[in-house]
Every structure is written in C-alpha cells, then in structure tokens.
C-alpha cells in the first residue's frame, strides 16, 4: 500500500478536527492507500509549533508556498478560513497534489468555479469537507431513497438552528461583517443545508428567499473601539429563510438563523416522499427517524433507529450497537473516504464542482432577496443573472 | 342568570363536536350566562332527526331560515360546510341574533367582509371558531409572549404536517375540488396556522407562497364515474409554502400538507424572540416546550411542561394535574368564551373582522403564488391587488 | 332496545366524571342498550342538587338505600371513596342491580371478596373501574401481546410517578392516614398498575416490597389543630418499590410515588418479549411505542405510533386520525363496555374477582414489607398467609 | 512537566479505545503531567505488532512481566478481560507504577480486596474505568447534587437496557459461562449502574434481587460442539433486578438486562429529590434532563439540557456548543483525569477501594437471590455473610 504525505494548512480548530480525523482514519478504519502526516503549516510560528506538537505531527512550517511544493507531499488539506482557499488551492493543484478543502469552498461563485477547474485541468482528487453528509443517519437516509423506500419526493424541510448571536452584547466579529465572511447565517450555516439537499434530493431549480438582521448595532471589539465610537453596524443576516423548487419536482424550505434560542446546533431536515419519510436531528446525530408505508395502519409511526449497528454505514468500525459517536465522527468518515477516493483516483462527492453548485444556489438566493423575486440557479452558473 | 336559547346549523361532525361542547361548558366551566339548546337544523330529516335524539337536542328542524327567526333563539351556532355560512350569517344577523361560526368564515374575502360588516351593523356578538388557538398549551404560549418572557419575536415557523392524501388511490372528493373546497392544503390547514400566527405574532405584512400537486389525477368516486371515464384531474394543492414578514419585524415559514407520511394531524409552530423561545406541536397538545434564556448557561434548555396544572388556562375546570385533555376541548373553550362574550356583549377574538384578515392573507398567498412575487396583505385588502 | 335506568352513587369528581361518561357514551358511542339517567345520589342536598342539575340528572337523592330499592333503577354506579363501596355494592346486589364500581373495590381482602361472592351469587353484571385498561393504547399494547407480536414476555416495568405530595407543606388529609386510604402511593397508584398486569401479563405468583416516607410530619388541617399541636405523622408510604414473578415466568418491577418531581402524573410500563416490545407512558396517553424484531437491523427501532386510526381501539367513534383524546375518554370506554356488558348479560373484565386479585397481590406486597421477605400470592388467597 | 512512560496491557477493544484515548487527552486536554506511550502488551504477537503499528504505539512486547518492571515506565493501564487483572496489577503495584484498571477490578470480592490492599500498600495512584461517571452529562448531575438543587434524594431508578442476547441463535460465548464471566447481566451491565449510585447517591445498606435466564439452552460455538451435541445450557443471568435502601435513606430500584429489545444500550438513571429531578438516558448521552421545583408552577417542567457549553463539564476542551460527542469521550475524561491524579499524586475516584464496594454490592445481591432475603453489604464486606 502506497504512503502518501499530508500536508495540512491551518492549526487551529479545524486543524485540530482534521489531524485527529486522520489519525482517526487509521485507527479505526483500514483506508485503502497509507497517509502520513507530515507537516502542519501557519502563520503564526509559536502557535503552529505547539499545534504540531499536540497534534503529532513531525514537522510544522510557517510557508505554505513551499510546502504545496515538496516531494513527499502528495495530500493538501486546506483547512483555513474561506477567503484564502483559492490561492493555496490553485497553487495545489498546479503541483499535482490532492486536495481536501474545509467549506465553504470559496466566498464567490467565480472563485469556487476557477478552484473547479483548476483541480478538474490538474486531474487531481478534490473533495469538500461537507461532513455532514457523512454523520452515519444522514448516510442512511440516503441509502433508504437510493433503495426507493421514500419513493417519489415529494417535500423537503430543513432548518438549522443556532443561538449563539441572540445575546445583543455578542460583539462584532469576522462573522458579522459582509465583507470577511460573505454572509451570515445564510451562507454559514445555509451552506450545508444546500449541500444536503444536493445530496438527498437532487438540484435545485430556483429559490426565493427572505432574511433578517434583527441586532443591527453591535459592540466592538475593544481592539476595534475609538474614542466615542464602540458599536458598528451588522450587514449580515441573523437569519435566513428561502423556498425552493427542486428539478425533480419537490418543494422545499430552507431556514438558517443564529438566534433561535434553546437551539444550540439543531440541524433538522426532514423529507417525505410517497412510499415513506425520513427525519433528522442534529442534536441526535446517532438517531434516525423513518416512517414507511408499507407497514399494516394499526402500527404505523415514525422509528427511531439507533444508528450505530454493523448494518449501518460506516457501523462496523465504531463501537458496538448503542455506543454514540459525536460530531467529530463525521470527519473521520470525510478523511476515510477521502483517502480511498485518492487510492482510486476517483474524486469523493461532493467534489469541488459540487461545491461550485452550492455556491451558485447561495447566490440565487442572494440576488432573490435583493430583487425580491425567484432566480433560477441556471441563470445564475449561466451568467445571466 | 339569563338563559338563552342554542339554534344548532349542522349536525355532522362539526355539530357532533359542538353540540357536545355546550353540554361541556355547562357541566366543566360555568359561563356567565346559561345555554339552553333548544333546536338542531340540517336538511337531511332522518339525520337531524337521529343526532337530535343521540346529541341530546329536543328539537330539530330542516328549516334554518324560520329556526333564525325564532324569538327563543338568541345564540345561532353554524357548523355546516363553509360555502353555506354567508346566507345564514348574513340572516342571523339581520335577526339580531350571536353568532358563532366555524372556520372558514367564508370561501372569498368578499363573502367574509360581507359577513363581517353585517355583524358589526346589527351589533351582535360575534366569532369564528378557530379552535386551536384555545388548546390551553397555545393559550399560555401566548401568555408568555403578552409578559415579555419572550421578548420581541424573530421568527415564526409553522407546520401543519397530515398525510391522509398520499394515496393515489383516495378518490376525488369534494376537498380536491377548487369550486367546492377554495383551496386544498393551504386554505384547509393554512388557515388555521395564519390565525395562530396572528393571535401570537401580529399582521402579517407581506407574503409568497409555493404550492404543488403531486398527485395530479385520482380515481372518481363511483357514482361520479362515466363509461370510459373512472379518473379526475385534482385542481388544489397537496402542499403549500409560504414565506412571511411580519408587521412588527418577525420573519416567518409556513407549510401545509397532506401527503407529510408520518404526521397524521402534527401541527407545530416555533416562536424564537429576544428572551426566550416556545414550541408546540398539536400530537402532543398537553405539552408546551419553552426556553427562557434567564435560566444559567449550565441549566438552560427547552423545557416541557405538561399544561394541566390550575395555574394554566382553563386549567381548573378539567382533571387533577397531569390527566391530559384530547382534541375536543379546544371546542369547549372557544364555547365557554363566546357565552361569556354573549353575557358581557364583546365579541371574543376572533371575531369576524379577525376571519377577514386570514382570508386576506389567504388572498394573498394566492396571488404570490400566481404572480410569481411578494404580495402585499393590505393590497389585498384595499382591493389593489 | 331495552332502556335501563342509571343510578349514580357520588356527585363529586368521579360522580362528574362518570355522568359525562355515560353521556358520551351514547352521543359518540352506539351501546347495546340505551342507558336512561334517572338519579344521582349525595349525602350533602345542596351539593347533590346542584350536581344534578350540571351534570343533567333529572332527579337526585340523599338517600342511596332507597334509591338502590327502586324498580325503575338497573344499573348502580359506585362512585363514592373506597371505604364505603361495600354496603351500597351488596345492597345493590341483593336488589339484582348491576353494578360498575370505582377503584379500589374496597380497601380490605376481606371486603372485596365479600363483595366479590354477592355479585357473584346475585348473577349481576359486575366491573370494577380500573380505567387505564381501556386507554386505546393500551388496549393496542394487548393486542399486540394477544397477536403473538411480542413473543413470549420477559419484561415488565411499570412506574407510576407523580409528585403532588414533595412540598412538605401540604398537610395531612386522609390521603395520608393509613385508617382512612389503607395505604399510600401503594394502594393508590400501584392498584392500576397491578391491575394492568395481570390484563397485560397475567397472574403474579409471588413480590416483594420496599416502601418510604420521606416526609414523616406534616401540618395539620386547619380544623384539626390543637393548641400547640399544628402537625401530624403521616403513616403511609410517599414511595413503594416491589418485584414480582409471574406465573408465566417473567420477572418485574413496579413503583408508585407521589414525590417524583416533575411527573405529574406519568405513568409508565415496558414490556420487552422474545419478539417484540411496547412502551407507554399516560402523559402522552395517544401514543404507543412498539419494536418488532421482525424488521430488517437496519431499519429497527422503537416506534411512535399515534392510536387514533379507525384500525384502532375504540378508533373509530373519536374524531378523525391525529387528533387526540384526554384522560376522560377512558371512562368514556369503561361505560361503554359496561353497557355492552350489561347488554350481553356478562361481566366485563375486570370484574369484581379480578378486582379481588389486585386486592390479593397489594395484600401480598405489605406483607413482604413488614416480613421482610417474598410473599406468594396464594397464600394471601388461600388465608395461609 | 515531567514525562510518564505508559504500557498498555490489552491490545483488542479496549486496547484500542484507552490508546486513543490518551492521544484524545494530550490533543485535546492539557493534562498536567505529560504521558509517552512507550509500549503495548499482549499474547499473540501477530495481533499485538499490527495494534502496535495502528494505534501508534512505538514498540509491542508479549510479556507483560518484563513491562510492568521496566524503569521507562510508570503508568500501567490493565485493558485486558477482568480474570486477569489481579496478577497484572499485583506485580506493577510492587514494582511502584500507577495503575488504570478497566472494570470489572476482579470477578471475586477477595481477589478485588486484595489488589485494593496491595496499591495502597504501595502507595501507588490507582483507579478503575467506571468510564460512564465521566460522560459529561452524568458530572452535570452530579454538581447538580452537590450544589444542592435535587435537595434530600428520595429515589433512584436505574435500568441498562440492551437487547443484543435475545436471539435464541446467539451461540454460548464466555459471556453466557459463569465460570468465565462471573455473571450475566447483573456483573456486566449491574457493576456500572452501582458505580453509578455510588457516585450519585451513595453507599447502600442493603439489597435484595431477582434474576431469570429466559434462554436457557443455546447453540455451542463450532469449534465447541462434539457429536450430537451442539447446545449447551446458559449458566448466567438474561436480566436481572434489585431493590436498594441507602445509607441515606433513599430507596432504589436497579435493572440489568440482555433481553429488551429495542434497547440497544439505554442506560438510564432518574433521581427524585425535594428539591428536583435528574434523568440521564445514554442513548442520548449529550443530554440531561433536570426538573426544579423553584420555577413558578406555570412553567415548571423538566428541561433537556444540550451538555456541551463551555460552563458544562469537560465542555471548554469538545466542540462548540450543540456539537455532540460520543461514547468514546468518557474515556478521555477518565484518562485525563487519571493523568492528573498522577501528577498530583492522589487517586481519583473510584480506585480500586470503591471498586471493591461495587464489588460488595454485587456479591449482596447475589446472595440475596440464592436465600430469598435481603442482604447486608456490610455484611458481606465483614465477612459474616
């Protein structure tokens, strides 16, 4: 079996996540090709030292311009923050190395699309850590509409619901200012949603869409204060609600927001379809809920299935039946697959052109609200919206 | 006390259901004033004349327009299908004669405001039942709304998920049929959401809506069958989205379905605000969940409470503490309240005026739909739109 | 169809409760035989009148003798406190009426098989109230036991969990003196599950028990206090644990208490088998809970089923699917098949005998208690213990 | 900060689960005392050497003797099957290393007070793997106890649900032999919910129990099978059950059991005082409910607390808030915090002593089945049961 290098970008909290997925991956699971973890890259010099150290890697550097370069690299895992992606990820791809890009893929349509080509022109492996599609319930209802037991889709509904922003002394941070993050809970939390939908339903035809800033003045930070001046503005949303219309003739609704209170990360969707429906909870993220129709009326109701038998998707490699796994799971699965798609040499969905799809979708939904009307989301990668 | 005379309009379900709700009135609460049901009207003789019998009326009649005029008739209960209520609204009142009326008032905003103005011109009291709005959980979620526990309202989302229609094989009946049922899904159970959402929330200023039938053709009904001919074209909606901003700044999801396999009458609204948060969900109706964030960080989360304690609405008058109340009790209030509103001439919300602006909104959402735009409630109302 | 008048014993809460019952019984229900509300019996005329006239008796009575006498009176309803059902039970069994008594049966053995052997001999219709049993959920439980659906029973676990009684505060009634309520949570609470047992499982053989009380003083009444003397002891049990051996070979576990913070009145079992399992719990009294080891691994799991379909219990009679009942409708099925009883000249189940064996096994645990040992059911029933 | 060689005894399931473990404490935690994982012991050194290079341990040895005496190492975690614990951790108390011991501490009482004896004599950090005291929701209960918000404790009900030997076709493994396992359910599921109490409540005065084998002949394994005999009988415990009194006056009840299908491994806990409540179900294990009787009566109602804030235990070292974490991380803590009782020379609870009360309980109870009667657990430690 082939060892491969992996170089990872960023130290901080996704780097933690995702050297320990890949430490994970080898524990736990048998991946098809050997990666080893060769050197952690960032800015800071003292804290990328001790990030190294804690998380075990060998070697940590302050360039990532030379590391993208070297030899025994062949895995680069870009887990800063957005609006970075593209450079290290162009740079990447131009050396032949594979890439695992933390979301979102970019800040704009047109640097997700020019990432895309860049890795399709290379012929490199590219996935996007969307790890929610691979927290095992959300893999199991996939695999319960792939095997017609929804049957036809008829309706999907998602929310993700946060809190965290509803206190109004919350200071203003990168996540609430437009330009450092894009948008707010909309493409924040929206994002996976969208991608989700991509995955279990299919794409989206158009979108309509709907948000709200409901603390438009926030404090500073004390490092951003002046004399007389201590709060600024918010222009991005603390919440977003969108409907849909899917190509393959479902109906859906979409809701992100960060001041739902008592929701903490409630990311729930639930899909119904002619022959049965699904439901999914974050905060039960071992659990799936499954309804059929084919049982006899008399019995009839939503099952909650305890997602962790070896019957389930990635089952066997965790505990045995009834023991949880938690959110750091899903990276696991995310590096796992990823690395046997490098094996193959085939790209894991979603791929970073899937990711372009989300983009666009986000988009739509942006210009809707701007225009208070439906966009199509092929006007939108077309251009001509 | 004074004792008035009960005129019952129906006797089918819904006059099953009310006449009950009399009789539960006087033997549960004690109204200010004291019903006497003295007649039960419906066309089909040998069926008024057996409810009559089983409901405990001792008369009845196959003639409303004379039982209207009766001088020991002071109380007119319509529970008949809602494309009959105008002509015995509009008699009712004319005879100076308390109204109570199911839901919806009316099939057209213009029937409503009609009706609406006939009420107020003869001066008598008034109101639609709106049943829902009195399960004593939505009662004290709006109790906690009036005490500020949840500050000022960001969000609303609303469901009302059944699933009786996902069948292809339930036949066309008159609920498929735009000339007899006005809408599908959103005006049957929309309506309802609308009215909550106006008892919890406020006017709702805008809206666009989605709807889609899924199944588009269905089996006849036998005696409606040709040679040849043994399906029908279904011209209502299955399922209905709608986005909504509310005067008061609050954004809001609404759905309505029937074909959600899983959810047989699962009607849940979520309430998120500055202070706190509540839930309901209508297959658990003695349960209101709410958040407050005035609770430590270390203890905070939703709680449920079992709304049965005498410190709860209408909490005295029914079982010790923690024996559930069903369905039916929401009727035995919206009962109790309007005789009280009889004995104290004030029409109890809501009242006729109140049915309009849901069938506004109603209205409104149609036109979204149609046009493909956000709609404006008081267009709708003004005659603009 | 034959009419037969209906004497109610008690006007106070289970007096309020059973004359609804008997109303509902006939306008939602088609008993076999037509039941006619004569009289209604108290030993306060202010009270009983009063009562009569809310609750819709056309006459009332101070003096039960007289009325359990009267020609025109076939059914007795016993709906005074336990520790005087005896003398009315047997003088209306000596007068060939049938009888429908509340729980307890009595508050001795001894009584209730006295009471037991004059139904018995006077070949009347007899049956205890014991209305949990015909909570449609419950009644769906065995069922599914009775289908086979859960195989051979290994489990039973029943709490019964209220918390009325945790305030130190609350003084002394009769509820708390072992001379008047014959024991505390024990008796009270543990008699229902008992009794579902033995309809759920079958015969105990042999338990043992472990009571408390937490609160060993408590204010006196008012009325009862002396000076110097404003508290008393309470002697009964707050809390009582016991297991039990069933004559089929499960083994279970009971609990009743009234210091359960937080549940009001959240009565609970489970019953796992070799094939299946059920789970209930009153504070959400529409659902059943339901595993069937006959479904694939990957899909199991416990399931929500809402009991309100017309392929339900008593289903049929209620309103449409997914609109629940509340604890009254239990009572309202208990007429009814009393009626129907009563209609077919046989005694419904439980019957005073069954009641007797309730009586048996409660016997049996306060033994275990005071001996400290396992106490056999038998025994109790043959004198030996 | 001094560095501690660790050797690892046991290389399969639990191997695994503590050497990931003490990685998960050194990236995740900052445990004040750093450990080296030096080397990894077990018999079969194909499986041992592949663990080795697996979990990321430098070096493998088949002769835990010759480990437990090297100078390179001070900390010996014993994660081999329960009948042998005693020499392993025996010789490494002599030779002075601190010793983590996976539970059960013994199968006997006297092998377990032995090995109690011998680490205190040598003065040697101990403790034994109750890892379920360390699910954060399970400490959050505990704090709730200790700053006095559950008040006097009156009740403790405790059940390990898990159903996977209810399949007759389940084959006879050590786990279905006394010999090997000591007891069925009772030990293996039973010692947790008694390390538990201990912990939540504590000691208990006295026992009495109740067990079944419902399945009493099962398949042989294969290789166990002679000819014409390929079944064997069951020698252990399906389920078992017992009641409690405390020290402190509280009583309880406690279930174990292989047999309860839909269960995969619920383990609950519910504890009722005169202040509150707790409800702890592993199945969801991010979770707490907690009832408190300070709240108003109108909103009173147990709450669902997401355990995972930074002001939850263990929380600052997870995830963001509403972020799950899974079976695993309850041995994180009890590495972490096992690693500071070293650096702090102090024991952290339980250690072996605490150990050998569980223990005592479990020998009470089994004494109590085989007589009938209850038992003593000071008794039994005395030796005078």
Redesign the interface.
């Known amino acids: 079996m082939e060892t491969l290098g992996v170089a990872m970008i960023g130290y901080k909290f996704m780097g933690?996540v995702h050297?320990?997925a890949y430490?994970?991956a080898?524990?736990?699971f048998e991946p098809k090709t050997s990666p080893e973890l060769r050197v952690i890259c960032g800015r800071d010099e003292s804290g990328v030292r001790d990030a190294a150290d804690?998380?075990?890697w060998p070697e940590y550097s302050t360039n990532w311009e030379e590391v993208v370069r070297r030899d025994d690299i062949q895995i680069v895992d870009i887990s800063v923050p957005g609006d970075i992606h593209r450079p290290i990820a162009l740079a990447a791809a131009q050396q032949g190395k594979h890439i695992l890009c933390e979301k979102p893929l970019a800040n704009s349509l047109s640097d997700a699309q020019e990432m895309a080509q860049a890795v399709e022109a290379a012929g490199v492996v590219n996935m996007v850590s969307f790890n929610y599609r691979r927290v095992p319930a959300v893999v199991?209802a996939r695999?319960?509409i792939e095997a017609g037991e929804i049957g036809?889709i008829?309706?999907w509904?998602a929310?993700w619901?946060?809190?965290?922003a509803?206190?109004?002394y919350i200071p203003i941070t990168w996540r609430f200012q437009r330009e450092r993050a894009g948008s707010g809970s909309l493409g924040d939390l929206g994002s996976h949603l969208i991608d989700l939908a991509h995955y279990l339903i299919g794409p989206i035809e158009k979108a309509?869409?709907?948000?709200?800033t409901?603390i438009k003045e926030r404090p500073l930070l004390p490092t951003e204060c002046k004399p007389g001046v201590t709060t600024g503005s918010v222009n991005v949303d603390?919440?977003a609600?969108?409907?849909a219309?899917f190509e393959n003739?479902a109906?859906?609704?979409f809701?992100a927001?960060r001041?739902?209170?008592?929701?903490?990360?409630?990311f729930i969707f639930?899909i119904?379809?002619?022959?049965?429906?699904v439901?999914f909870d974050?905060?039960?993220?071992?659990?799936l809920r499954?309804?059929?129709?084919r049982?006899?009326?008399?019995?009839?109701?939503?099952?909650?299935?305890?997602v962790?038998?070896s019957?389930?998707p990635y089952g066997r490699r965790?505990?045995?039946?009834?023991?949880?796994?938690?959110?750091?799971?899903s990276f696991v699965h995310t590096v796992y697959d990823f690395l046997n798609g490098v094996a193959e040499n085939k790209s894991p969905s979603p791929d970073f052109r899937e990711a372009v799809g989300v983009q666009a979708v986000l988009e739509a939904v942006g210009h809707s609200i701007e225009e208070?009307?439906?966009v199509k989301v092929s006007d939108v990668l077309n251009g001509t919206q």
Chains 1, 2, 3, 4 share one sequence.
């Not at 619901?161 to 965290?164: E, I, M, N, P, V």
């Not at 001041?259 to 409630?266: F, K, L, T």
């Not at 119904?272 to 429906?277: E, I, L, V, Y």
């Not at 499954?290 to 129709?293: E, H, L, M, P, V």
Request: proline share 3%.
């Open positions: 933690k050297s320990r430490r994970d080898i524990v736990l804690r998380y075990g199991l695999e319960l036809e008829y309706h509904r929310c619901l946060s809190d965290w509803t206190s109004p309509i869409g709907l948000t709200e409901f603390d919440g609600l969108f409907l219309r003739g109906i859906g609704s809701e927001t001041v739902a209170g008592g929701s903490r990360e409630r639930e119904n379809g002619s022959r049965g429906s439901y974050f905060e039960r993220l071992n659990e499954y309804f059929s129709w049982e006899h009326a008399r019995t009839q109701g939503y099952r909650t299935i305890f962790g038998q019957e389930h965790w505990w045995p039946p009834g023991l949880g796994i938690g959110y750091d799971a208070e009307r439906w």
